[in-house]
């Protein structure tokens, strides 16, 4: 479980840092930096995929969809709904909308918790129990503030726990899986960038976006693979509670780019501190708890 929280957690600030990319790759926009880092990431994803000695779960997907084509439509729908939450979070920004896809984000960690405690049977502990509940009422008191829920809210919120179940359901949580849903979106990708005005000679002519292209897709590349990992090695209750580290991270990267909380998203975001706090307290204590079982044991011995 100790390597499931570590990549959850690393991976948050990996998307904390893509966040803090995005404007630097202007005059590119939403879609085009979605196609652009769909088509960076997915080599490294592929190098990533060879390292790790894992090309044999491609084929043997390749072989499952042989043997059940019904499987095909089941693998796109997966990799059609990764890529619409990775279009949302290049599009949003530029848009005018980021603030419905925060709150969605925000929303997303009481949805798998639910969805972990429905499907799965799941429990939570105590300390993580707090946790949940302080983000409810933050949450809470912003759907009332807000007035109520936008589409852009909606889909992330109950777009990724559907996402992540139906990967459960199919069995591709390994990074084949992932490499796949990356693969598939290729098509689009390359419309993205090639459609007319292409992208292409506007990257092709800056030297400034030869580098941070390619960084956007390293970044991403060990980003989401963290992200895929922490969700197979987790229960989904707790890597639904440990994905607040990443809209917190993206708070404190909007607030160093200039801007600034909205006037009463206090309690908001106040309370969801409190339960990353609580998260990262018991997250500690777990790791010494662990410590001195592991010095008992050596003793014992």
Do not use: N
Not at 138 to 165: D, I, K, M, Q
Not at 256 to 267: D, H, T, Y
């Amino acid at each position: 479980m100790f390597k499931g929280i570590v990549a959850s957690v690393l991976a948050s600030v990996l998307f904390g840092a893509i966040y803090y990319l995005s404007p630097f790759l202007a005059p590119l926009g939403g879609e085009e930096i979605f196609g652009w880092r769909v088509l960076c990431t997915l080599p490294f994803t592929t190098m990533l995929l060879l390292w790790r000695g894992e090309g044999a779960q491609v084929r043997a997907l390749w072989q499952r969809v042989r043997a059940r084509p019904a499987l095909a439509p089941a693998l796109l729908l997966s990799s059609a709904m990764l890529g619409v939450q990775l279009w949302l979070f290049m599009w949003a920004p530029l848009h005018g909308r980021a603030l419905p896809v925060s709150l969605g984000y925000f929303l997303l960690p009481l949805v798998m918790v639910l969805a972990g405690w429905v499907l799965y049977r799941e429990r939570l502990s105590t300390a993580h129990r707090w946790a949940a509940g302080l983000a409810l009422v933050g949450v809470g008191f912003e759907l009332v503030r807000a007035g109520g829920v936008s589409w852009e809210t909606a889909l992330v919120a109950l777009g990724y726990p559907v996402y992540f179940a139906l990967r459960r359901r199919l069995r591709t949580e390994q990074l084949a899986g992932h490499w796949l849903d990356m693969a598939l979106m290729l098509p689009v990708a390359l419309w993205f960038v090639l459609r007319e005005p292409s992208s292409l000679p506007l990257v092709a002519g800056s030297p400034r976006l030869w580098v941070l292209v390619p960084l956007l897709g390293v970044v991403s590349a060990v980003a989401l693979a963290l992200y895929m990992a922490a969700s197979r090695l987790l229960p989904m209750g707790l890597f639904g509670l440990l994905t607040y580290v990443e809209p917190v991270l993206l708070v404190l990267v909007a607030l160093v780019l200039g801007e600034s909380v909205a006037p009463g998203q206090q309690p908001l975001y106040g309370l969801v501190f409190a339960a990353v706090a609580v998260l990262v307290a018991d997250g500690v204590a777990q790791v010494l708890r662990e410590r001195r079982a592991g010095r008992s044991e050596k003793i014992s011995a």
